[in-house]
């Protein structure tokens, strides 16, 4: 018997099942009819989706309508139309339904129902609207503007007011941009230019975003909501706990590690941080770290979880349409920078662990890690069996997630069979339930993914229009032709927009406007940079939203759970975080971090290696604190230790010795750091 289910008796295990009928969407709590009419959306959109690959023939277009229209379906029940607690105890009476939470109100049906409506126009209406591209009719305007005004709603309900407020900038801007000054100016946009580019073509709210929404991203987050529903989330958690609760801040560590393991298949900060935090935040707690550190370190590690393929957050795959290149080589890409990132994590808490002595847990607090690894091992077969299809087979992202589920469905219901033993009837009951729940919980997850990239894609159809020229001009007279001016105004306005957008949203926004213009003028400075350094820099950056004050999600999650403020618990994140931020600079001047054109395994070694000695330097710069305390002269080692191999490419030029040599400089500049104190920390004891 398996360690997760050694103390469960079969009865219990049903006990544990029957809770799985308690379903939440959003906010709100629903009951009886309403209940199973969510489940019944959310379920058949999951279906419908897992369908695809396979056994639908459906044209893309039309497969991006159908798929907003569930999103959009959900978002308008899940959510009230307002949420502020102090409004909702004014409004009384009659407009009470306007905040209900108990259930949608008879306006959410109505105006779910018409933004279903109008956005499968565009399917009712498919042929005619590409007989008049160009010459809409009335009721091609009235379903276009209806259909707009219903997801800005729908993104503002589901996601705060930045996303559509920014839309609407773009949308307003569009209109009267001749009156701009000349160099923010181009030519204005008719209304029905906007229709036509927004609503009745795949340059908008129909365009690549949704399409990938649609035809990939779905079923990889069903995969993960299916493997946490049957244990995997939980046997990830313990499993790290086994391999590292014996050291030093075992805890945190144990925290990056889950985190970083469930990251792999859910793509979700939130999802992360609640998920494991539930059970990491007390035990950090339990051992030294205070409520905001422990928060924090939860945070750290779960919007990093973004980071990891093969989900990266939904935008892996946008990535890969952007790029017009293959979905493993945005893998490959990703790999290196993503685990850096989390090794230099880990090190970070260790560093915290130095600073108050923290002592490892008690043995009695830590499972066994052999019984723990073979345990819940049938976990990682559907997990491998993916990646196998991807790396080896070098199927399709589609395709591989189909197959994987496929598999993961199987081993459930194996899993129940052999748990229930002689009880059959009960292990087919409760590998149905976990499955069912599986493709409710994708739905779930989906409605506001789904939204999101719909209505980013409004902003890059503005942009397509004329705007993303006239950007890309303006950023260039801003940056004054520097290169890391350009970079560095990327990664502000990216941590600005972080403020109010979901990580995807936030990379497909920064995308349309900043990579054409970072690409042209890093050739215009003499460097060839590959497409995909750029949206990867871009999207590192992105990622930092989860994490930044005072909006930050994930802060206020890890708060819920520690009781700490969730401002400086997300204040104390983004300290964690910074060294995510000098990761785009390292990949994107020196673009072997992505290992593109490295092919010989000494070369990846020694390029991950140097990585990993950088990122440490530089998070021991940051946190100010090494084995003790900095001293400034311990800052300058480790601020040149992090410069040499951040680029060594440069100091190659500058002197005419070999980059490997650099390398070599800079590891021995950290052990220098390590050496000038040893005798302090020594002292210290």
């Known amino acids: 018997m398996s360690l997760l289910e050694q103390d469960k008796s079969i009865e219990e295990q049903n006990a544990e099942i029957e809770k799985y009928a308690n379903w939440e969407f959003g906010p709100r709590s629903f009951a009886g009819v309403e209940k199973w009419l969510l489940v019944l959306i959310a379920t058949s959109w999951s279906i419908f989706q897992f369908l695809l690959p396979m056994f639908l023939t459906i044209p893309s277009d039309q497969v991006r309508a159908i798929h907003l229209a569930f999103a959009i379906a959900l978002v308008f029940l899940s959510f009230p139309l307002i949420k502020n607690r102090y409004l909702a105890d004014k409004l009384q009476g009659r407009f009470r339904f306007l905040t209900k939470t108990k259930g949608a109100s008879w306006l959410d049906y109505l105006l779910g129902i018409i933004a279903v409506i109008s956005v499968l126009y565009y399917i009712f209406e498919k042929t005619g609207l590409e007989a008049r591209q160009g010459n809409p009719i009335a009721s091609d305007f009235i379903f276009g503007i209806v259909m707009l005004v219903l997801l ?16 609407i900038v773009f949308i307003v801007y569009s209109f009267f941009s001749e009156y701009m000054p000349s160099f923010l100016a181009f030519q204005n946009a008719s209304l029905t230019k906007i229709i036509n580019q927004l ?59 889950a985190s970083g393991l469930t990251g792999m298949v859910n793509g979700s900060s939130i999802a992360n941080t609640v998920t494991t935090g539930t059970f990491t935040i007390p035990l950090m707690k339990k051992t030294g770290f205070s409520a905001i550190k422990a928060g924090a370190v939860e945070v750290a590690a779960s919007t990093n979880g973004q980071l990891m393929p093969p989900i990266m957050g939904a935008a892996a795959f946008i990535i890969a349409e952007y790029c017009n290149i293959t979905y493993f080589e945005v893998v490959k890409a990703a790999f290196i920078p993503a685990f850096i990132s989390y090794i230099a994590l880990i090190y970070i808490t260790h ?65 129940e069979l052999i748990k229930s033993g002689r009880k059959v009837k009960y292990g087919l009951i409760n590998a149905f339930k976990i499955i069912l729940d599986s493709l409710v919980a994708g739905g779930r997850n989906m409605m506001t993914i789904g939204v999101a990239v719909a209505a980013a894609g409004i902003i890059v159809g503005i942009v397509a229009l004329g705007l993303g020229s006239t950007l890309t001009e303006l950023i260039g007279h801003i940056s004054g032709g520097s290169l890391i001016v350009m970079l560095l105004i990327t990664a502000i306005v990216s941590l600005i927009l972080g403020m109010g957008l979901p990580t995807t949203a936030n990379y497909i926004v920064m995308a349309s406007l900043t990579v054409p213009a970072i690409v042209a003028l890093a050739g215009e400075s003499g460097y060839a940079v590959p497409l995909i350094a750029a949206h990867l820099f871009c999207f590192y950056f992105g990622i930092l939203s989860d994490d930044t004050p005072p909006v930050g999600l994930s802060a206020y999650a890890a708060a819920a759970i520690s009781g700490a403020d969730p401002i400086k618990t997300g204040i104390q994140g983004f300290k964690y975080d910074i060294r995510t931020a000098i990761l785009p600079f390292m990949f994107f001047f020196n673009t072997d971090l992505l290992l593109i054109g490295v092919t010989s395994w000494s070369h990846i070694i020694m390029i991950f290696c140097s990585g990993v000695i950088a990122m440490f330097a530089f998070a021991a710069l940051t946190q100010n604190h090494l084995l003790v305390k900095n001293r400034i002269w311990d800052a300058v080692i480790l601020l040149s230790s992090t410069a040499v191999l951040l680029r060594p490419d440069l100091f190659e030029r500058w002197t005419g010795q070999p980059v490997w040599l650099w390398y070599v400089i800079g590891a021995l500049l950290f052990g220098l750091a390590h050496l000038m104190q040893w005798p302090r920390r020594k002292a210290c004891r």
């Open 152 to 167: 800005l709603e729908a993104a503002r309900r589901a996601l705060g007011p930045a996303l559509p407020c920014v839309a």
């Open 199 to 257: 609503t009745m073509s795949s340059q908008g709210v129909y365009g690549i975003p949704l399409d990938v929404s649609a035809q990939v991203v779905f079923l990889f987050v069903l995969f993960g909501a299916m493997l946490e529903k049957a244990g995997g989330g939980y046997y990830f958690i313990q499993l790290a706990l086994s391999a590292l609760g014996r050291f030093r801040g075992g805890p945190a560590k144990a925290a990056v590690l």
């Open 351 to 415: 560093l915290e662990s130095l600073k108050i002595d923290l002592k490892p847990l008690d043995k009695k607090d830590i499972p066994p890690f052999w019984r723990t690894l073979f345990g819940g091992l049938h976990f990682l077969i559907p997990l491998f069996f993916l990646l196998y299809q991807l790396i080896i087979e070098r199927r399709s992202a589609q395709y591989s997630v189909f197959w994987a589920i496929v598999a993961l469905a199987g081993l459930i219901l194996v899993v």
